[in-house]
């Protein structure tokens, strides 16, 4: 079994959290949600601190998105899928 923290932090800022006292603490995985108007500045250097370099290494994406035809959102999660599959 595996322990899903969702909504403990806005934008992935969930870097201070500490459950690993917590009995099954190797089981929680912290999942983030991450949207365009999340993300302040270099894309990528957000998504490698809140995503790639989490303190457990134990994170997922568990919600994203967008509805807009604004080339800066449409930039946004073509970035984002892209460095996903990186």
Do not use: C, M
């Not at 917590?22 to 995985?29: F, V, W």
């Not at 995503?51 to 457990?56: F, S």
């Not at 959102?73 to 073509?78: S, Y």
Request: charged share 20%; net charge negative.
């Amino acid at each position: 079994w595996f322990y899903f923290v969702q909504g403990v932090s806005w934008g992935g800022n969930d870097h201070d959290l500490n459950f690993e006292d917590l009995p099954y603490a190797d089981r929680i995985i912290y999942t983030v949600h991450k949207y365009a108007f999340t993300t302040h500045g270099d894309y990528e250097q957000d998504w490698e601190w809140s995503i790639a370099n989490h303190p457990t290494n134990r994170t997922n994406i568990g919600e994203l998105g967008f509805i807009s035809d604004s080339p800066k959102e449409t930039q946004w999660i073509q970035s984002f899928f892209g460095w996903l599959k990186k």
